[in-house]
C-alpha cells in the first residue's frame, strides 16, 4: 500500500479527528486544517499530525495548503444555523465544497472524499438536507480530472457523539414523562468508526471513483427505539411520549430559541424523510457495520456505569 497525504477539512470534529489517527496509524501523512489551531492543540499528541492554520473559506490560501497532497477529505458541516433562513448551512456546506472542490482541483490534488448525509436532495424538505444535496452536485461537476466519493451516513454515533448522548442529557434534563417529537421517524444509525474505515478505504484507493456510497449500520429503528434504548442504557426509565406531527413542529418551533439548539425547525423537517439506506454501502465495501446495541454500551452513560454492566450482566445470565 502506498502511504498517501492526506488534508482534512473539518479535521477537529467527532468524525475528524478519528479519521486522523486512523489514517496516522495506517501510515499516511496527514493534515489537519483549522483557522485557529490553538483551540485544537490536543490534537496534536498523535505522533505525526499537522495542525495548520488556514482560513478554509479562502480559495487561494486553501489551495497552496492542498498542494502536495493526494487526498483531499471535506468532512465540514453543521447540524443547526444561527439563523433561520438557511443561509448558515449553505454557507458551511455548499459554498465551502465549491471552494473546496476548486482549490484542490488548482492544487493538483487528485483524488477528493465528499462526507454528505442520506436523504442529501436539492428538493429536500430542510435547509441541513438542501444544501448538502447542492453540495454534491458541485463536486460531481467540478471536479474535473480528480477521482471522487461521495459518503452519505445515517446518523453517527459514538464516544463523543452529539446524538446519544445528546439524547442521555435530555433525559437527565426531564424527568419522568419525555415528550418525544417525530417518535416513529426511521434511521438506521452508524457506529463513527465504521464510517472512518469507509473514508480510509477511498483514501487508499479501494473505492471506485465517481461512486456515492450509503452508509448505514445493521439495523433501521425509529427515533422512540433509540431514546428507548439510551433511556435502558443510563438507568433512567422514562415514559417515552410520542408527539403527533403538528405537536413536534411546535416543540421545534419553540426550541428554536433555546439556547444550543437541542431540536430546531430544520432538524424536524431533516425527520419528515427516513434517514434509511436504498443499498448498502458496506457490503459493496466489503465491510461489516457494529450495531448501535452491541457498541453503545460501552460508551453511554459512564456516571451510570456499573449499574449498566451489572443489568447487562443479569441479562446475560438469564440468555
Request: charged letters at 25%; proline letters at 6%; one cysteine or more.
Amino acid at each position: 500500500m502506498r502511504r498517501m497525504s492526506v488534508c482534512i477539512l473539518g479535521g477537529t470534529g467527532f468524525v475528524g479527528s478519528r479519521l486522523a489517527a486512523r489514517l496516522l496509524r495506517a501510515g499516511h501523512a496527514v493534515t489537519v486544517l483549522s483557522r485557529d489551531p490553538e483551540r485544537h492543540k490536543a490534537l496534536l499528541v498523535m505522533p505525526g499530525l499537522a495542525l495548520e492554520r488556514c482560513d478554509v473559506y479562502a480559495e487561494p490560501a486553501l489551495a497552496e495548503r492542498l498542494r502536495g497532497h493526494d487526498v483531499a477529505i471535506n468532512l465540514v458541516g453543521i447540524l443547526n444555523e444561527r439563523g433561520f433562513g438557511g443561509r448558515g448551512f449553505r454557507r458551511a456546506h455548499t459554498q465551502l465544497t465549491g471552494i473546496a472542490i476548486d482549490a484542490a482541483r488548482a492544487a493538483g490534488v487528485g483524488r477528493f472524499l465528499q462526507v454528505s448525509a442520506l436523504g442529501a436532495a436539492e428538493d429536500a424538505p430542510s435547509h441541513y438536507l438542501r444544501s448538502k444535496g447542492v453540495a454534491e452536485r458541485r463536486v460531481r461537476e467540478r471536479a474535473g480530472p480528480m477521482e471522487w466519493t461521495i459518503y452519505r451516513p445515517s446518523v453517527i454515533f459514538g464516544p463523543g457523539d452529539s446524538f446519544l448522548n445528546r439524547f442521555a442529557a435530555l433525559l437527565a434534563a426531564v424527568p419522568g414523562v419525555f415528550p418525544l417529537a417525530m417518535p416513529d421517524a426511521k434511521l438506521q444509525p452508524v457506529h463513527v468508526d465504521d464510517v472512518v474505515e469507509a473514508l480510509q478505504r477511498g483514501v487508499e484507493g479501494s473505492v471506485p471513483s465517481g461512486a456515492t456510497v450509503e452508509l448505514g449500520g445493521p439495523r433501521v429503528v425509529t427515533l422512540r427505539d433509540v431514546v428507548r434504548f439510551v433511556a435502558t442504557c443510563t438507568g433512567r426509565p422514562h415514559r417515552i411520549l410520542g408527539l403527533p406531527r403538528f405537536a413536534s413542529r411546535l416543540q421545534a418551533f419553540c426550541m428554536d430559541f433555546v439556547p444550543g439548539r437541542p431540536f430546531s425547525s430544520d432538524n424536524y423537517r431533516s425527520l419528515t424523510i427516513d434517514s434509511v439506506c436504498a443499498e448498502d454501502g458496506f457490503a459493496r465495501l466489503g465491510l461489516r457495520p457494529r450495531s448501535m446495541e452491541g457498541s453503545a454500551p460501552a460508551f453511554l452513560g459512564a456516571r451510570e456505569s456499573n449499574a449498566r454492566f451489572s443489568r447487562w450482566r443479569r441479562r446475560a445470565a438469564r440468555g
